[in-house]
């Protein structure tokens, strides 16, 4: 997987053997952050081709280069990015460039942020730090801490440097997720079904389908009392979990209704902290979860008794308080259906456009040929989420 892509995975055979192999070669590593070193990989496809023009003599005397398991891309993409590289005790001293997800790691790591250093980039008043500079800067700094550094490299880059402390970090690998889910499923939803699954080198997102008939009917049944025909409704338990620390192992309900995604009830997450602890923490969260899942279409039910008044005005200032960001064409398109469908609604119906605001843009950015970007995608689905518990009338005003 490269830097930025997204990775669809199809079926659940697909899915398994996809998270299977990135168990087997994921690389996690204890060292002292004090054997970290930072070294600058200058942005000059030139050196690609110079034999031993990236070995480095590391602060402790030792020579090292990159790694067996680096390719020429894993270099030249991070000539664009981070312009790093950690060397840091393998089986020996080796070297890997650094993948923009571990680049706030190091600065924790290091001690040492700020937007001085954090900038990758020129920006108007602000200039780029030499990557030789930076890593001076950094070295000193790791140089002084005695504690621990869980390194992780996967395809070919350090993907995390995640605290090593026990109490802190734990390693939660996706297959080991997934498959504990899957066996609570099959305890109690015993005909559901692999629906989708997306992963970058930020995210990972798993959902399937229940096929719970109860549930179902139970939610069309509320949809119809309300005058509102539907013609499928299909309740979903979605995974996101984050291997790099942007978000916990999270496990979300939701409906879909004739394909619109509507999440219906609190995610319920485990931090990966702990250690061995946060596994079975996990363990525990699905079981309960799952018993509790009907409870959630009561939610539903509760939002369809909350009148509206102002319904454009109400979703402008529920988009305002919830902090959405990026989405003001749809905004704008969602804004006037609800002035030309009703004169007033219903919470729900103003909860079912807001969601809904997020297919619309990414449609949108379908139809513009621009990429998708799954962290940011899946943000905003919780963000949205938690609408679900505000009190609606408190947004209902011109």
């Not at 192999?21 to 996690?28: A, G, L, R, V």
């Not at 804004?335 to 909860?351: G, P, V, W």
Request: aromatic fraction near 8%; charged fraction near 25%.
């Amino acid at each position: 997987m490269k830097d930025f892509e997204t990775i669809k995975l199809d079926d659940a055979l697909t899915m398994h053997q996809y998270f299977d192999e990135q168990e087997k070669n994921d690389i996690w590593k204890d060292v002292f952050t004090n054997e970290l070193e930072a070294i600058p990989i200058e942005d000059n496809e030139l050196l690609l081709l110079t034999p031993g023009a990236f070995r480095t003599n590391l602060r402790n005397g030792v020579s090292a280069d990159f790694s067996p398991l680096v390719d020429m891309e894993d270099i030249s993409s991070t000539m664009k990015t981070t312009k790093t590289g950690i060397a840091f005790p393998l089986s020996k001293m080796e070297m890997f460039p650094l993948r923009y997800t571990a680049w706030t790691h190091l600065q924790k790591r290091a001690g040492l942020e700020g937007r001085s250093i954090n900038s990758l980039k020129d920006r108007a008043r602000q200039k780029e730090l030499a990557p030789a500079k930076r890593c001076e800067m950094f070295n000193d700094c790791l140089s002084l801490y005695t504690d621990k550094t869980k390194v992780l490299v996967r395809d070919g880059k350090v993907t995390a440097l995640m605290s090593g402390d026990e109490s802190d970090y734990a390693v939660m690998p996706v297959i080991r997720l997934i498959n504990i889910l899957e066996t609570e499923l099959q305890a109690q939803y015993r005909q559901f079904a692999f629906s989708s699954a997306k992963t970058c080198h930020e995210i990972t997102e798993v959902s399937y389908v229940l096929k719970d008939q109860d549930l179902e009917k139970g939610i069309l049944s509320i949809l119809s009392s309300n005058g509102l025909n539907t013609g499928k409704v299909d309740v979903h338990v979605q995974l996101t979990t984050s291997d790099v620390g942007n978000c916990a192992a999270r496990l979300t309900p939701v409906v879909k209704i004739d394909g619109r995604q509507i999440p219906i009830g609190k995610s319920s997450a485990v931090e990966h902290k702990g250690g061995s602890k946060a596994m079975a923490l996990y363990v525990d969260m699905v079981h309960l979860f799952l018993a509790k899942y009907r409870e959630n279409i009561e939610n539903i039910n509760d939002l369809m008794k909350i009148q509206i008044k102002y319904p454009s005005s109400c979703l402008s200032n529920i988009v305002k308080k919830i902090g959405l960001v990026g989405y003001n064409r749809v905004l704008g398109k969602a804004k006037e259906t609800l002035e030309q469908s009703f004169s007033s609604c219903t919470a729900y119906d103003l909860y079912f456009v807001l969601c809904n605001m997020l297919y619309d843009q990414e449609q949108l950015c379908l139809s513009e040929h621009k990429e998708i970007n799954l962290y940011t995608s899946i943000k905003a689905q919780e963000t949205v989420a938690e609408v679900l518990f505000l009190d609606f009338k408190d947004f209902d005003y011109i």
